[in-house]
């Protein structure tokens, strides 16, 4: 079978070099009194009610619409609209693309130039990311249910484009993906959320619970269950971005958090795509030993965990 040329070095080089720590720390929540202590240590807006049905499609449709909507809305994005909506390319040099974008003056559809890359960014944040986490999680249910011998380092999944996220105690955080169960709350955000919008999509305080929701009749194998698992990186706090936390940074950091943004969606959009053509050859790229395979990560810095 093929295999591609490098990619493992290529997707460490790329996840491990480019991103760096957001600019304002987030309050840290406090846990109920005396919790479960499978659940320390997991912030507080992972264990809310997933939002049913979800308002995301989990499909690249869905977010090529969301860029013309966005470009409709504010005409002087264009020219980034048209970048985006394009195959994913590695050529573009975002910094030339978004500094123009600040030179834009006071009277402009937007206001600014800072104000419509606030814009982008939470376009990026709340739609075009989520989005392609659910096509990629979609993707992998499939994936572990024909192959579920696969690891849970397979490159290409959403939750490997950063590093796992650890506890003091080095231990990796790990969120299990339970089916939804009915709930008010959630419902009433459902409500709230899935309404059309003009302007920003507001904050779902949920997103991540909503993300990572099995299926209403679960995954029937404990293997694909335990697959399914999300782990926590860097990424998840990008999903929680508040307007006022945006509003305050300087405009250099704003640049370069936009610029990131937009390489992590290209990234899962492309990886997505990959996985969707291993489909279609029936995940043949995946047979064989594990630690034979181009497309699991191998890092003899972690124990990798193991399905039982």
């Avoid at 809305?73 to 264009?78: C, E, F, I, V």
Wanted: net charge negative; charged share 25%.
């Amino acid at each position: 079978m093929a295999q591609p040329t490098n990619r493992r070095t290529m997707r460490v080089a790329r996840t491990d070099s480019i991103f760096v720590d957001t600019p304002a720390a987030t309050p840290e929540r406090t846990l109920p009194e005396k919790p479960d202590l499978e659940l320390v240590h997991i912030p507080p807006h992972y264990l809310l009610p997933p939002t049913q049905p979800s308002p995301f499609e989990g499909t690249l449709e869905a977010s090529l619409n969301a860029l013309l909507d966005f470009g409709r809305t504010h005409p002087n994005s264009m020219s980034i609209m048209n970048v985006l909506r394009q195959c994913v390319t590695t050529t573009t040099n975002w910094l030339d693309v978004l500094v123009p974008v600040l030179e834009l003056e006071e009277n402009t559809a937007m206001g600014n130039g800072r104000l419509l890359l606030e814009e982008l960014l939470f376009l990026a944040t709340r739609t075009l990311l989520p989005e392609q986490i659910a096509q990629n999680r979609a993707c992998m249910h499939r994936m572990y249910a024909a192959k579920r011998t696969t690891s849970m380092k397979m490159i290409l999944r959403y939750d490997m484009l950063r590093e796992w996220t650890k506890r003091e105690n080095k231990h990796f955080i790990i969120v299990e993906s339970h089916p939804p169960l009915p709930n008010l709350e959630a419902s009433l955000l459902a409500e709230k959320y899935g309404k059309p919008h003009s302007g920003r999509r507001p904050l779902l305080a949920n997103i991540w619970a909503t993300l990572i929701a099995a299926p209403a009749q679960g995954y029937g194998v404990y293997k694909v269950g335990q697959a399914m698992k999300h782990h926590v990186t860097g990424l998840d706090k990008w999903l929680m971005f508040e307007d006022d936390e945006v509003a305050g940074w300087n405009t250099e950091t704003l640049v370069q958090l936009v610029m990131q943004a937009l390489l992590q969606w290209q990234w899962l959009r492309d990886n997505t795509e990959r996985m969707e053509h291993m489909e279609v050859r029936g995940w043949e790229d995946l047979e064989g030993r594990t630690d034979e395979c181009e497309w699991v990560r191998d890092d003899k810095r972690t124990k990798e965990p193991r399905l039982r």
